[in-house]
């Protein structure tokens, strides 16, 4: 399509050269974004919200609707219009409830949050406002702080005002506070979740649950949250448990509408695919997806094409034309969004030859980066990050990923905020926490790679990012733009641009140092916050409609009338035992030993399977399984009458080829045909064909004395007739067969008995004569079973969960001897409570062998980092192996620990591989670690590996965290060497750029 599709964007667009003046230090142009920031955000809300809020409340919410304006003085008075779900909210909080905001970014869920705050430091009550990650808590606590004065910071490696009436604090230090009864939890009025969503983080989730059960019922709370399509259950269990009131407060809007286009790879131009009204353009759609196809390219060249280098330099040579384009029309800033640290960097540095900024803007962003810079060594300062991101943050252009340095991604966040960044390229961790909305959202690709294959992201990832895109107060509509390699279907397109978001969902997972903390509290119980997790919610909620839809088929299953009823179930009861001592017999019959010499050629074999009876069938082949069935099966699954086992492979090591009549107009299960319907032995249905079926050993119900000629070429159909006979005489399993009478005469006996009483009793001929009785019995069971079936589903849910999982977890710490019989805590238990950061068990059994005792401070720092390395290895496990010589004796006693703790865990099993468990310890960043507390320079420590220098300081940092634990939990059994030896590696670690101040502090 033509660039002029642009034309119909607001004419208003901001001015790409903003100038911002007077900044004298990187410290002023803080305070400016602050300051800039909150104006920003009362002109936004000064917009009218004329949408419909959907508010709701939980199961057992107050009906009190919210006060009235005036009914008492406002704890704080905002100086722009709140919006609808914002006064809504305010109101609850006034009321004294809690409440969850559900909303999309830049809807102005933080003002709700400062009205709580500013609600608690009136009546002098404690607020905790509590956040994901540090960095979020370092930004919050700048903002908060210039707001309310009183504000505290507390995240493990920086303190500040501990005693101020706000205090802002990671989740994991509140948990610890809650395991701890901290003095401060006493005095806690409110507790602010921002980004509750994280509940859902696979790793940290359980921190969220367990923080929000152990706080005191008195506690309430302001949840903050994207848009969750399950806010109803969410607040619903809040209120089980805290016994009171949880509202929800749920908005769809969107201040700044968004417009979505696609770029389809090679294209000259964008195509609307959804406009700012959510109307999906279907015919621009297709004409997108037509332009794609036309340019794919031939047979010859696909392999060329699908090269990861010529993908990239597609992708590339795009860009710059959509960036190109954004600027041309002033829809800058933008962010640009890639799944790869390494992609991000790559896209950046090939805009090396476009400006973005002006001279002064240039002067600027030096200005500030380089005060930013002041306080860190001369060394650290010739970094190859801080060398050569300068040079692109000049000319407008920035990177913010996992893998740079911390105090370079708030540099890049001041300026992005600043507008001295027209063009961010970004990983998705971009799109969590603190709100810097840009005009403009780019997407280099909407597939992304989980760890097991290339899928299409979903809607609430989609949602999540582009929702960046618009700035409220500032653009009419927000742009997003899909970069598209492969062809997409419009369900694709269309579930992931209108779809819901992803569900609060509960990652709950048992943790030792949960059981040991709650074990060590006289009256507390694991069981208790198992029972009161949100994992356990869930289950439970899908009791009551089990139990509705048992009761549904119960009433069904009473208005089945069955005549003589007592008699008929008597009759199935009885045909059931017949059944099954006939299955006894055929097990005996069919041992390869006793039924392989009569599998010969020509055998009349009655079939049934799972109740299912086929009828008789003539053997041609018997056949023996080998190996090699794997990759080049004999069989073909839709013609296989037995036992299937995974991948669709044959139970047993025997089976045979039979000539077999069936239905080829029906389908049972996975065969291609059904049981034969035959009218008489003389006639059949004309739907019945003679098919060479593969039957299982445990399919073969009887084998027959009877053998027919089978000729040579069984594709005749002279060949395929003779199959059905009647009144066909069978084996005996003692006479023909051989086998030893003492094992199977009391069965045949049994059996013969029941035979009589079933099919030659007077008793039950009138019901043999009725099979329409015998199918409205039929039908009236299996709706009782079914029933009876979701009763004890709905009964299984309402049973704790995991409860069999906390009892093996119990006995690991008695075998281990973390407890004693009594499950009083031993010295090992008391240690293992204060370890969160690394794996408990492991770590604590170390410290009791004595690995540490001969180690310096420098080898513990170096072992400890096989806990904390999170960053997948480039190398071969032999490559990840080669590392210090001092360092191999003190790995390889980590590594016996670790396995006998495994051997543990899997006698419980609590694992099931222990390699699997063992991959945990990444000795990978030994070499790096070491040399840091040696004293060696961050440049120099950066050449003894691949990974990215962001990622080794988040390493370095999870490290020191653990460190500070080892050196509390050694206080607590009362050893000063285990306590100056991890203090020391503490120290020695905690230095330099990896623990470079904040700038937001």
């Not at 001279?359 to 970094?383: G, T, W």
């Not at 998705?428 to 780019?442: D, K, L, Q, Y």
Request: charged share 25%; net charge negative; aromatic share 8%.
């Amino acid at each position: 399509m033509d660039l002029d599709i642009f034309d119909n964007f607001a004419a208003g667009s901001s001015d790409p050269h903003q100038k911002v003046d007077n900044f004298e230090s990187s410290s002023a142009l803080l305070d400016s974004t602050r300051k800039k920031r909150k104006l920003d955000q009362e002109e936004e809300d000064e917009e009218p919200n004329s949408k419909t809020i959907k508010t709701e409340e939980g199961a057992v919410a107050a009906a009190a609707a919210p006060p009235a304006s005036g009914s008492k003085v406002p704890a704080k008075v905002y100086k722009f219009t709140l919006d609808p779900f914002q006064r809504e909210a305010i109101g609850y909080i006034d009321n004294n409830e809690s409440v969850l905001v559900a909303a999309h970014t830049s809807a102005g869920k933080t003002a709700v949050a400062e009205y709580a705050i500013a609600k608690s430091l009136r009546d002098r009550q404690r607020v905790i406002y509590t956040s994901p990650i540090k960095a979020l808590s370092n930004q919050k606590f700048r903002d908060l702080q210039e707001e309310f004065g009183d504000v505290g910071l507390m995240t493990g490696d920086m303190t500040i005002n501990p005693n101020a009436t706000c205090l802002i604090m990671t989740t994991e230090i509140l948990r610890s506070m809650l395991y701890r009864g901290s003095e401060v939890v006493r005095e806690i009025a409110w507790v602010i979740y921002d980004e509750v969503h994280y509940m859902r983080d696979k790793e940290r989730g359980v921190v969220w649950e367990e923080s929000i059960i152990l706080l005191p019922h008195k506690v309430r709370f302001v949840f903050l949250s994207a848009t969750i399509p399950n806010a109803l259950a969410f607040v619903d269990w809040v209120s089980r448990i805290h016994h009171q009131p949880c509202h929800v407060v749920y908005t769809d809007y969107r201040p700044v509408p968004l417009q979505h286009y696609l770029f389809p790879s090679g294209g000259e131009g964008l195509y609307l695919v959804v406009d700012e009204k959510s109307k999906f353009r279907d015919e621009n759609f297709q004409r997108a997806m037509s332009y794609l196809q036309s340019n794919a390219p031939g047979e010859g060249d696909v392999a060329n094409a699908k090269s990861k280098r010529n993908v990239q330099r597609s992708v590339s040579a795009d860009l710059l034309k959509i960036v190109h384009l954004i600027m041309a029309r002033g829809l800058e800033p933008c962010i640009v969004f890639s799944f790869s640290k390494k992609d991000c960097e790559t896209y950046a540095l090939q805009m090396g030859k476009m400006e973005f900024n002006n001279e002064e803007e240039k002067q600027l962003v030096e200005h500030v980066f380089n005060n930013a810079m002041e306080s860190l060594a001369e060394d650290d300062k010739n970094l190859p990050q801080i060398q050569t991101i300068l040079p692109l943050l000049k000319r407008g252009v920035g990177i913010h990923h996992g893998g740079l340095l911390p105090i370079l991604k708030e540099v890049i966040e001041i300026l992005f905020q600043e507008g001295l960044i027209k063009c961010l390229f970004a990983t998705e961790t971009f799109s969590i926490g603190i709100n810097m909305p840009a005009r403009t959202v780019v997407f280099t690709n909407t597939r992304k790679f989980d760890g097991k294959d290339f899928r299409w992201i979903t809607s609430g990832e989609y949602i999540q990012m582009s929702g960046r895109a618009g700035r409220r107060g500032k653009d009419d509509k927000g742009i997003v733009i899909q970069m598209l390699e492969d062809k997409m279907e419009p369900d694709v397109a269309k579930n992931m641009i209108y779809g819901a978001s992803d569900p609060l969902y509960s990652s709950y997972q048992i943790k030792y140092n949960m059981v040991l903390n709650m074990m060590r509290v006289e009256g507390a119980d694991p069981q208790h916050i198992i029972k009161s997790s949100f994992h356990q919610y869930t289950q439970e909620a899908n009791a009551p409609n089990l139990r509705r839809k048992a009761e549904e088929l119960e009433r069904e299953a009473s208005l089945i009338e069955v005549a003589e009823e007592d008699v008929v179930s008597e009759y199935v009861d009885l045909s059931k035992l017949e059944a099954s001592l006939k299955r006894q017999i055929n097990a005996i019959l069919m041992e390869p030993k006793h039924c392989l010499p009569f599998l010969q050629s020509g055998r009349l074999i009655e079939i049934q399977f799972q109740d299912v009876s086929f009828g008789w069938g003539a053997i041609v082949e018997l056949k023996r399984l080998e190996g090699r069935i794997m990759n080049n099966p004999p069989y073909s699954a839709s013609r296989w009458i037995g036992t299937l086992g995974p991948r669709s492979t044959p139970i047993g090591e025997y089976y045979v080829d039979v000539l077999l009549e069936v239905n080829t107009q029906e389908k049972l299960g996975q065969l291609d045909f059904g049981p034969a319907r035959i009218v008489d032995y003389l006639q059949t249905s004309p739907n019945n064909n003679v098919y060479l079926v593969h039957v299982g050993l445990d399919a073969i119900n009887s084998l027959s004395a009877v053998k027919l000629n089978i000729p040579r070429d069984i594709r005749k159909d002279a060949a395929k007739q003779g199959v059905r006979k009647c009144n066909i005489p069978l084996l005996h399993p003692v006479q023909d067969m051989g086998v030893e009478e003492a094992s199977i005469a009391h069965v045949i006996e049994r059996h013969s008995e029941l035979v009589q009483r079933v099919y030659h009793s007077a008793r039950f001929a009138a019901i043999r004569q009725q099979p329409k009785v015998l199918e409205a019995f039929t039908a009236k069971l299996k709706l009782l079973e079914e029933a009876k079936q979701l009763r004890h589903e709905a009964t299984a849910l309402q049973s704790v969960t995991m409860k069999e999982e906390l009892k093996s977890m119990r006995k690991v710490l008695k075998k281990l001897e973390y407890v004693n019989a009594e499950g009083v805590l031993t010295a090992k238990g008391r240690f293992a409570c204060e370890v969160s950061a690394g794996d408990e068990l492991v770590l604590t059994n170390m410290i009791f062998a004595g690995v540490f005792n001969d180690l310096t401070v420098d080898q513990t720092v170096a072992l400890l980092s096989c806990f904390e390395n999170q960053e997948k290895s480039s190398g071969s496990d032999g490559a990840a192996s080669r590392f210090r010589a001092d360092m191999q004796r003190p790995f390889r006693a980590l590594q016996t620990t670790a396995r006998e703790v495994a051997q543990v865990l899997l006698e419980m099993k609590l694992i099931t591989d222990e390699d699997d468990y063992m991959k945990r310890f990444d000795p990978s960043l030994i070499d790096v670690t070491y040399a840091w507390s040696s004293g060696m320079k961050f440049s120099e420590v950066c050449k003894l590996s691949e990974v990215y220098e962001g990622s080794i300081i988040r390493a370095l940092r999870r490290l020191e965290e653990l460190l500070r634990q080892l050196s509390a939990a050694s206080i607590a059994i009362g050893n000063n060497e285990l306590v100056t030896l991890f203090s020391d590696g503490s120290a020695r670690i905690r230095r330099g750029v990896v623990f470079a101040a904040s700038l937001y502090i």
